[in-house]
């Protein structure tokens, strides 16, 4: 079982790990070579830029990391959408989803149920780890959405909260471009391509059919029950010794930016803000509370605030905030721009193929510039 260092030095020696080449040729298999960054990513630890600036820096050619800058840029370009959507990410993008049966989570998926050997595998693994791979991801997307017939949100949540890398651009958008509702159509995996990828060997499964027939699956007995699922986040208390000094500016740090770096050698109060109303729409599981409050011990003289914003700012007195662009950040102060591989296009582009045409020239002339 994958497990993922809180430790800095570890955190940034695993970009010494990549091997483009093998991700491209292999990023597909569960054992293949992926680089296993996006908790990191998703935590704002390190940034697309930055994983960018060090295939740059480390002598690799383009034709070696161009599939490895495209991932990246899908996750660049499911953040413009969430901040170019807000809360309409929450509602099918493109178009309705077809053929929805339910709007409950199947309870498979809690029990590990769904009959396919290598998903049932998969998704124990997720709640002990708190990672899944992005193949196994879309099979289970596939399996809840275009087989089982679930509206994608609530599976969205479900994955979302155990997730290290839970990131609701990422998340609601891959689950909406699996369940046909922000893609041209749904994505469907056979018995077979699971096999293949999974290193599994099951046949005589539901899944166990052609391309031509496997729309027309009828749900399995496996898939038939469905359930309301309240999700809680236990957070943790405000630091016993809470407080602000009002002569220095406060960063406010929160589940998308601990960024380990950020006006490093500076006087700062530094606040990670947990806000119970963000954590009530979206929660996550302790597991990934721990690896948060973890990841922010790295940054010296951090506290933790328990409440909403306002509360904080109650008790700050005169000190400005600063805080890091995001959709979910409801803050007053002086937002700063979030890191992207590229300066953000003017344009909003509704496929991630004319968002990577637009960028890809620049992306490549920037990288053969060393
Ligand atoms: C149903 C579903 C839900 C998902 N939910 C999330 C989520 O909550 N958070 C999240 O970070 N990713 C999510 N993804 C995208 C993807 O699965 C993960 O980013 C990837 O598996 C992370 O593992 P890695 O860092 O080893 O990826 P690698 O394959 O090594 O990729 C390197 C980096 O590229 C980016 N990337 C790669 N593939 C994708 C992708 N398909 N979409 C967006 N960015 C990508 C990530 O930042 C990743 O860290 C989801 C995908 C699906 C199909």
């Known amino acids: 079982m994958r497990s993922f260092t809180t430790d800095k030095e570890q955190i940034f020696q695993l970009l010494n790990d990549i091997n483009p080449q093998a991700y491209g040729r292999t990023r597909n298999y569960i054992d293949g070579a992926v680089t296993y960054l996006s908790p990191y990513i998703s935590r704002g630890v390190l940034s697309t830029r930055i994983v960018f600036d060090y295939l740059k820096n480390a002598g690799f050619d383009w034709q070696d990391v161009e599939k490895l800058v495209q991932e990246l840029a899908w996750r660049d370009f499911f953040q413009l959408v969430w901040m170019r959507l807000g809360e309409d990410i929450n509602t099918d993008i493109k178009r309705a989803q077809e053929q929805v049966k339910s709007r409950d989570l199947p309870s498979a998926l809690l029990t590990a149920e769904t009959g396919i050997e290598a998903i049932d595998f998969a998704i124990k693994n997720l709640e002990s780890s708190g990672y899944m791979h992005n193949h196994l991801r879309m099979y289970t997307a596939s399996v809840a959405c275009n087989i089982g017939r679930y509206h994608w949100r609530e599976p969205?949540?479900?994955?979302?909260?155990?997730?290290?890398?839970?990131?609701?651009?990422?998340?609601?958008?891959?689950?909406?471009?699996?369940?046909?509702?922000?893609?041209?159509?749904?994505?469907?995996?056979?018995?077979?391509?699971i096999n293949k990828y999974a290193g599994t060997n099951q046949f005589e499964t539901y899944l166990d059919v052609s391309y031509e027939e496997i729309p027309n699956v009828d749900i399995p007995g496996q898939l038939m029950q469905g359930e309301k699922k309240v999700w809680k986040t236990n957070l943790?208390?405000?630091?016993?010794?809470?407080?602000?000094?009002?002569?220095?500016?406060?960063?406010?740090?929160?589940?998308?930016?601990?960024?380990?770096?950020?006006?490093?050698?500076?006087?700062?109060?530094?606040?990670?803000?947990?806000?119970?109303?963000?954590?009530?729409?979206?929660?996550?599981?302790?597991?990934?509370?721990?690896?948060?409050?973890?990841?922010?011990?790295?940054?010296?003289?951090?506290?933790?605030?328990?409440?909403?914003?306002?509360?904080?700012?109650?008790?700050?007195?005169?000190?400005?905030?600063l805080f890091k662009q995001h959709p979910l950040n409801k803050y007053q102060g002086e937002e700063e721009p979030r890191d992207f591989l590229t300066a953000i296009p003017q344009k909003n582009f509704n496929s991630f193929f004319g968002f990577w045409k637009a960028i890809e020239k620049q992306l490549r002339a920037d990288f053969e510039n060393r």
């Open 236 to 321: 943790p208390e405000t630091d016993a010794d809470f407080q602000i000094n009002p002569e220095w500016p406060t960063l406010i740090y929160n589940w998308y930016n601990l960024d380990l770096n950020w006006h490093k050698e500076e006087s700062f109060n530094r606040v990670l803000l947990l806000e119970p109303s963000v954590f009530e729409r979206y929660p996550i599981s302790s597991k990934s509370i721990e690896f948060m409050i973890d990841l922010s011990r790295n940054i010296p003289g951090i506290q933790v605030f328990v409440g909403e914003f306002e509360e904080l700012k109650n008790i700050a007195g005169e000190s400005k905030f």
């Open 156 to 193: 969205a949540r479900w994955m979302y909260y155990h997730l290290l890398d839970a990131d609701w651009a990422s998340n609601a958008c891959s689950w909406q471009w699996v369940a046909g509702a922000f893609s041209q159509k749904k994505y469907f995996a056979n018995q077979e391509n």
